[in-house]
């Protein structure tokens, strides 16, 4: 399957021309404009180059920490699984962590629950 880089250029020119600021914070899940991206990195799916995202870290209201969630249900140790979000069974894909500018959030979906975050975090620094 080809990838759009021209049309996702169109968003990301929008997405960085709104200077929409949302109040986020760790342990949130949110949906974010992740794009089109190089090779094996995790890409936005659908139209609107969407993914779903659990907030890693906070840093300051311009960036924070994230790592995609994906339904793949694959058993290797970067795939955290995290229960059902939005109807589906999730994962988070530890290897695919990344700083994002918070320009990219759409819309929050729910908080992780302590534990689960725990667990994923604990998992993060054993990869590191």
């Given at each position: 399957?080809?990838?759009?880089?021209?049309l996702?250029?169109?968003?990301?020119?929008?997405?960085?021309?709104?200077?929409?600021?949302?109040?986020?914070?760790?342990?949130?899940?949110?949906?974010?404009?992740?794009?089109?991206?190089?090779?094996?990195?995790?890409?936005?799916?659908?139209?609107?180059?969407?993914?779903?995202?659990?907030?890693?870290?906070?840093?300051?209201?311009?960036?924070?920490?994230?790592?995609?969630?994906?339904?793949?249900?694959?058993?290797?140790?970067?795939?955290?699984?995290?229960?059902?979000?939005?109807?589906k069974?999730?994962?988070?894909?530890?290897?695919?962590?990344?700083?994002?500018?918070?320009?990219?959030?759409v819309?929050?979906?729910?908080?992780?629950?302590?534990?689960?975050?725990?667990?994923?975090k604990?998992?993060?620094?054993?990869?590191?």
């Amino acid at each position: 399957m080809d990838k759009d880089f021209d049309l996702w250029n169109v968003q990301k020119k929008h997405i960085d021309t709104s200077k929409v600021r949302r109040f986020y914070r760790t342990r949130e899940v949110w949906w974010l404009w992740l794009g089109v991206n190089i090779g094996h990195e995790q890409d936005g799916t659908s139209k609107n180059f969407q993914r779903p995202v659990l907030i890693l870290r906070a840093f300051s209201r311009f960036s924070c920490l994230i790592v995609p969630l994906t339904s793949s249900q694959k058993e290797n140790p970067y795939h955290i699984k995290i229960g059902i979000i939005e109807d589906k069974e999730a994962a988070v894909i530890i290897s695919q962590i990344r700083l994002i500018d918070t320009q990219r959030l759409v819309g929050k979906v729910c908080d992780l629950n302590s534990k689960t975050f725990e667990d994923v975090k604990k998992a993060v620094r054993a990869m590191l």
